[in-house]
């Protein structure tokens, strides 16, 4: 009585906690999350729709708020934003029709501490067309010989995809943003319907950025290399203003594409992590298999 004490929960190793179990319909709103950086790539954050069985989103926590690497830094965008000292807020509309059911696991070695949050939604009636928020993790090291780092596929069904945040390490110096982002829709063969001009340029940049930003749409706001590092960046856009439909199915890649000294393209073997985000009519396809914890932290 009298006032909060401490309005936070424990995670215990090895166990998944509900955060929100909601009976619909309705639209969660607003989400805000704040806790200490070793559950950024430890913790999972899932969120179920309508009873399904496989989440629709199912994401490392600080990835999910496009904070990548495991680190903690600002955001100021539309729908996520990150402020001092770590307050993760997603304002990405999440419609459901029977029930929403978040959940968080903690696949740390330790209990962790001080995990805060609040889920902000109202309950009223869900337009027929209203898609289902989606969103997907994925980590690869691009090979050489063919340098595509895939951020979606394998998906059917209608929707729209709506951003997609970046954790990227670079493994060899020079510049190393010169690939193309490929959206593959709809029966898409070799070449897609819409091909960047590079990866500076899809996030908003030019001319090798030469700055971090942060904007309501799309940001560049890490640039890191500390002493014994490797270069580490992250970017995020998301098309709200222009969000790319489909009807039947959809494919993202972006190439790892850099310089050699004499300004000729070079494919890189770099380390890439993605979220994507998107809305969709359910059922969803299988996404794969999340990475265990000494797979999805940086080098």
Known sequence: KGWKVRPCITLEPGTTTTLANIEGPG?????????APKLYRDGIIRFYWDEEETPSVEVPLGD???????LRYNVNSLPISVNPSGGFNSYWPMPFRKRARVTIENQHMEAVSGFFYQISYELDDVSEDAGYFHAQWRRSVTP???PDHVILDEISGQGHYVGTSMSWTQLANGWWGEGE????ID???EYPTICGTGTEDYFGGAWGFG?????????YPLWRREAGEVPKHGLYRWHIMDPIRF??????TMQALGWLPNHKFRPLEDDICSVAYWYQTEPHGAYPAMLPVE???PR
Request: glycine letters at 14%; aromatic letters at 18%; charged letters at 20%.
């Open 64 to 70: 999910f708020f496009a904070n990548g690497h495991g």
């Open 187 to 189: 029966g898409d063969g």
């Open 295 to 297: 797979k999805r932290w």
């Open 247 to 252: 009807e039947s199915d959809l494919r993202v």
């Open 144 to 146: 050489g010989e063919a």
């Open 211 to 219: 700055d971090t930003f942060s904007t309501p749409f799309l940001g």
């Open 27 to 35: 639209t969660i709103q607003h989400i805000w999350i704040t806790v």
């Open 181 to 184: 982002i490929k959206f593959y």
